[in-house]
């Protein structure tokens, strides 16, 4: 898995810098607040508005990569996350980063659903080891980001966004010189093509738990700053150590697990897992050491649900993996880009606890989910030329049906 081709590796690093983004703004978040006179629910947009586009985004993704082809849409897409972070950093009001971390949105979702794509078509190996390399560039990018975060966050709330900049510039080059010019696909895709994929049950119920799983998850990371109370290096610390969780067990724990158990079923308990670390969160949410300790175990089942839903997604529907990426992170982020707003509001004008109720009951119910649509998602597990062949046949039963 780890003797892959410079380009390959010329992608990864660049999405390991664009991952950054997720968890950099974490550390910064009180800082912002304080700095700008905002709001909890206010420097929470810089979350919302960021996934918001992102998802969206993300249903054209295969509508520009069909047509300018994967390398220049990696290129495109970077050049945007370059001027999107130096403008946020350059910003003067909280309204302004948040307007700024949309167009940062924009670029990564131009970048990542065609980083995934280009990931798993150009590596060696199989499906399942490319998604684990793409997971592992994104665990290492998660957690590396409120480190960053952290330290420059210390020195200055503006000092991630420059510098994150400063690194997608590096990528910018290298993926430029290292990634060789890809062709278009032979059939340029449309928007409703992604649409159409979420018709396959299987597809629609997987993107369906994420949407709910990312409910919990991203209200874990855009709210707990702030009952943290803590200063950027350690809110950066605590969530670093929540990233190397996430990026051992996407790496390394989840394919075991998989291997031994089966795909949905250690997804389904893992979902479990995670809603009960978010109740210990609801009822401890006074202590600081709880908070922190429960951050870096969710990042254990954050890692294998990661790499084990994204590999699902891959193989869920017969169609084809820019598009099933497309219609999945449409689903996802749209999850995303409410908790972290939800979350500052009723943490602000309810509870501090109830955030954490709220985010547990969606995950809960993502694992419902996930259990009810499991019959249309058996074949996840086959061997993969099994898993061609299936997709061989729907695709020509799809076309064979359309004529």
């Known amino acids: 898995m780890w003797r892959q081709p410079k380009a390959v590796w010329a992608v990864a690093f660049a999405s390991v810098v664009a991952f950054m983004g997720i968890g950099l703004v974490d550390p910064i978040l009180k800082p912002i607040a304080d700095n700008l006179d905002a709001s909890p629910s206010q420097v929470s947009l810089l979350f919302t508005s960021y996934m918001a586009v992102m998802g969206v985004a993300m249903l054209v993704t295969g509508v520009v990569s069909s047509r300018i082809g994967p390398k220049r849409t990696l290129l495109v897409g970077l050049v945007v996350i370059i001027a999107g972070a130096g403008l946020a950093g350059m910003s003067g009001s909280v309204m302004d980063i948040v307007g700024w971390r949309a167009l940062w949105g924009l670029g990564n979702a131009l970048f990542i659903a065609t980083a995934l794509a280009t990931i798993v078509n150009s590596a060696k190996g199989s499906v399942a080891q490319a998604i684990i390399l793409y997971e592992a560039a994104l665990g290492l990018g998660i957690a590396v980001g409120p480190l960053v975060g952290g330290v420059l966050g210390s020195i200055s709330w503006r000092g991630p966004f420059f510098g994150v900049s400063v690194l997608m510039a590096v990528a910018l080059v290298i993926t430029a010189f290292l990634l060789p010019s ?76 998989q291997h031994r158990f089966g795909t949905i079923r250690v997804l389904i308990v893992n979902l479990l897992f995670f809603s009960a670390t978010l109740v210990v969160m609801a009822l401890g949410t006074d202590s600081k050491a709880l908070l922190a300790v429960c951050v870096v175990v969710a990042g254990l089942f954050i890692g294998v649900n990661n790499t084990l839903i994204t590999e699902t997604v891959m ?25 972290p707003w939800l979350a500052g509001v009723l943490g602000e004008q309810v509870s501090v606890h109830l955030p954490y109720w709220v985010g547990a009951g969606a995950v809960l119910l993502g694992a419902g989910v996930l259990f009810t649509t499991r019959a249309h998602l058996a074949g996840v597990d086959a061997e993969e030329d099994r898993l061609d062949e299936l997709t061989d046949e729907a695709a020509a039963l799809t076309v064979g049906s359309e004529s």
Not at 216 to 231: C, I, K, R
């Open 182 to 257: 890809t062709p278009r696909p032979q059939r340029a895709t449309t928007l409703a093509d992604p649409f159409r994929a979420l018709r396959h049950r299987g597809l629609f119920g997987v993107g369906l738990t994420a949407l709910l799983y990312n409910f919990g998850f991203f209200t874990l990371l855009a709210f707990t700053p702030f009952p943290l109370d803590m200063n950027a290096h350690q809110i950066g610390l605590i969530f670093f150590g929540w990233g190397v969780a996430l990026a051992f067990t996407s790496v390394v724990v989840a394919p075991r697990l």
């Open 315 to 339: 193989k869920a529907a017969p169609v084809e993996r820019g598009t099933a990426s497309a219609a999945y992170s449409f689903m996802r982020f749209s999850g995303a880009a409410v908790a």
